[in-house]
């Protein structure tokens, strides 16, 4: 019988591009047909409740039942004209992936079609299923998932999708979508104050966060032949090609055929659902590609990249395509994040962190927030490192083509120069810092020149020309968790700034030297975390230690940031998470990671124990009879003999560390109670004494062992061949 991965292989002879014909010349013709969007909104809703709806997205403000109700008979108008059945409340339990119920628009009893608004504003899916972290126990496992009118509602098939928050019973949060909604609050609320000082006319800010999607495309038939990839979503095992990305060949190279018609049909389904995707490119390792939409606000963007994600996994099947959006599906290959450009835009329309200058109050304006956003991440950098961990993310922070697990901030020479400036003149006059701008005629580059003359790949947490961009994120997370974080850290950060200037004007100091000078102080407390050079060498983990930065790169032990007194303080004090949500969240992301090891730890011993070594020892049987005719005839037999022995060597260290492992992951699961414990048992004891020595002994043998009884699809079978 023909091994899974012979079938693939010959699968793949017959592969052909699926052509896709976009819907119209014009993308204007079908963006944002499948979601119920302002325009659609005007076409199915009277005035007056168009104007209420409207007006609760843009203030965030209550809508009533009454509107809810007519809003609900809209919905069902407009859906069931575009043939939609059923309806889900949407949202994003812990678990990483979103979450459905769907029920019909069917009702039995009167025959026809019917929705009501309370089940739009609320339902209470069965939610025993999803981690909580002991916020709910089993009795009273109810969870409500209530209507986000922000975010626009949207069709995925035949069901309407709503965009939900989900929160226990007793009204703690248990998703991602909630926690971000909150720090956008405390950001929009601590932004607007400080803004007072420069203009009047702020009353409301919009968060903007631009994601950069990174995944990987490899043949569907691979993927069913791999059972690693199905079951932990990465390699466990598979050795180098001889052709890697040493040649970077695929960066910017021309998309294959195959590649560019999935493409052409997911950017056609995600411009339906009014997400505006961009830019294409191959990334940097083979097989490994990106997708960055235009930036939105945080909320609606991060919902977006949930729906790309999902868009691209199932146009992806259509193309006999799987698409991987683990970190680090490929050892030895570049990880994949997703980078999340982060700015702040007034109700006025002025991005606050685009240097752009017109005039020195310009100048001012835009120094105070870039400095505290640089002094939010010197104070709680810790919390952003907390916010990305995660099994898969481990593999690429700290990794050597990743950013580092230390978290620093690139901000050009440029800035850094006016910076050094700030702090080293005492007297700093806001003419010279308006000059030096001039001087740099920032003013007249447009941002795209900045940006490519003036980057680092290599760092964290980027300023790339108006925004920050912070490029550590993985690319299976869901932008909840760090955007809640960022956006948390910044509006404590601008909150104590406020006080501080406050204070020194209440004692007699004008508005612009009272800025300054906190600005100042800022900056040289600030400096630790400004790192201009390559963050990927050794010389910066030894200068970071120096600096006293955290270098922390496992999960289990970065979480620990999040739990600490000064974090559930600062978590309380913005209203985002008391302490028992912050203690449950813990919990979570502990048992996540754990169970994600466990996973992988049983995949290595399954897969060794049941493919690997029985095809080594079928092959290893064959030379040894090899050995014995050879003899016979008086052969030189001793290649056939070494051979033999390198195989023993190395499938006699495949037996006993996949033993040994299975061993200790029994006893921890058996001894350890804490789940804290646990996470870190399986990250060094499992995970980090035999996960590489198993691995380094079944890649060498794939090298030794006939190809043709080889039963997983090689790397170089995955990634080269299309
Ligand atoms: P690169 O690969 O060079 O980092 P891309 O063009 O692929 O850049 O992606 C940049 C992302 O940043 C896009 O999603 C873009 O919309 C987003 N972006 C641009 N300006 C802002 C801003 N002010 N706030 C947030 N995101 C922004
Ligand atoms: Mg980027």
Redesign the pocket.
């Known amino acids: 019988m023909a091994s899974l991965r012979q079938k693939a292989l010959e699968a793949l002879t017959e592969r052909k591009p699926v052509k896709v014909e976009f819907p119209s010349n014009k993308v204007s013709d079908y963006f944002g047909d499948n979601c119920y969007n302002d325009k659609a909104m005007r076409g199915t809703l009277s005035p007056t409740v168009y104007k209420k709806v409207s007006q609760a997205i843009k203030t965030g403000s209550k809508i009533n039942e009454e509107t809810a109700e007519a809003v609900a008979q809209g919905l069902i108008s407009w859906a069931t004209a575009k043939g939609v059945t059923h309806f889900t409340h949407w949202f994003q339990p812990l678990t990483g992936a979103t979450a459905e119920k769907h029920d019909s628009f069917f009702d039995a009893l009167s025959g026809i079609e019917k929705f009501k608004g309370s089940l739009l504003v609320q339902q209470e899916p069965d939610a025993s299923s999803f981690p909580n972290g002991g916020i709910r126990s089993t009795f009273e496992a109810r969870g409500y998932t209530g209507w986000d009118p922000s975010s626009p509602i949207f069709i995925v098939g035949t069901t309407l999708c709503i965009p939900t928050i989900f929160v226990s019973y007793t009204g703690e949060t248990l998703d991602y979508k909630g926690a971000l909604l909150k720090a956008v609050e405390a950001v929009d609320k601590a932004t607007v104050d400080v803004c007072q000082y420069f203009d009047e006319n702020v009353n409301s800010i919009s968060v903007?966060?631009?994601?950069?999607q990174e995944y990987f495309a490899i043949d569907q038939d691979f993927y069913h032949a791999r059972p690693d990839l199905v079951m932990s979503g990465r390699t466990l095992f598979g050795a180098a090609p001889a052709r890697g990305q040493q040649l970077d060949d695929h960066y910017f190279g021309s998309i294959q055929p195959r590649i560019l018609e999935f493409m052409k049909e997911f950017e056609i389904e995600a411009l339906k659902l009014g997400i505006p995707v961009t830019?294409r490119h191959n990334e940097v390792a083979p097989g490994q590609f990106?997708v960055?939409?235009?930036?939105e606000e945080v909320n609606v963007a991060s919902d977006h990249n949930l729906q790309m994600m999902d868009i691209i996994e199932r146009v992806g099947a259509k193309h006999n395509l799987k698409i991987l959006f683990h970190e680090k599906p490929f050892a030895g290959l570049n990880g994949s994040g997703k980078?999340n450009?982060?700015?702040l835009?007034t109700n006025t329309g002025r991005?606050l962190?685009d240097p752009k200058l017109g005039n020195q109050k310009d100048a001012l304006y835009f120094l105070t927030f870039f400095v505290n956003t640089l002094r939010a991440v010197a104070e709680n950098g810790d919390l952003l490192r907390a916010s990305i961990a995660s099994a898969g993310n481990d593999h690429r922070l700290g990794a050597n083509e990743a950013p580092p697990a230390i978290v620093s901030c690139f901000i050009g020479s440029q800035l850094t120069e006016l910076l050094n400036e700030l702090e080293n003149t005492g007297d700093l006059k806001i003419e010279s810092v308006a000059d030096e701008f001039m001087k740099l005629g920032i003013d007249k580059i447009p941002n795209l020149t900045l940006?490519t003359t003036d980057r680092n790949r290599t760092s964290p947490f980027a300023f790339?020309g108006?925004?920050f961009?912070y490029r550590a994120v993985g690319s299976g997370a869901n932008c909840g968790s760090p955007m809640m974080t960022l956006n948390l850290i910044v509006a404590e950060q601008l909150k104590q700034f406020k006080a501080e200037v406050d204070g020194l004007i209440s004692g007699g100091t004008a508005k612009e030297s009272a800025i300054l000078s906190v600005l100042k102080r800022y900056v040289s407390e600030s400096k630790k975390v400004c790192f201009e050079g390559d963050g990927y060498s050794d010389e910066w983990v030894v200068e970071a230690e120096k600096r006293g930065l955290s270098n922390v790169k496992d999960t289990p032990r970065a979480l620990d940031f999040f739990v600490t007194d000064k974090a559930k303080k600062l978590f309380a004090d913005h209203g985002v998470f008391n302490e028992r949500e912050l203690e449950a969240r813990h919990e979570v992301w502990l048992e996540n990671y754990s169970m994600k090891i466990g996973i992988e730890a049983g995949m290595i011993a399954d897969l060794a124990l049941n493919q690997i070594l029985p095809a080594v020892f079928k092959y290893q049987g064959g030379l040894v009879q090899e050995a014995k005719g050879l003899k016979e005839l008086g052969i030189d037999n001793s290649a056939v003999v070494s051979t033999i022995e390198e195989i023993a060597a190395l499938a006699a260290t495949v037996k006993t560390q996949v033993t040994a492992l299975v061993a200790e992951k029994a006893r921890i699961d058996n001894e350890i109670e804490s789940s804290r414990e646990a996470a870190i048992a399986l990250c060094d004891d499992v995970k980090g004494k035999y996960f590489d020595v198993i691995r380094e002994a079944v890649d060498s043998l794939e090298l030794i062992v006939d190809d043709a009884v080889w039963p997983l699809p090689k790397y170089r079978e995955m990634l080269f061949i299309r």
């Open positions: 903007s966060l631009g994601c950069e830019t990106e960055a939409p235009l930036f980078h450009n982060w700015s835009i991005n962190l940006d790339t108006n925004k961009e």
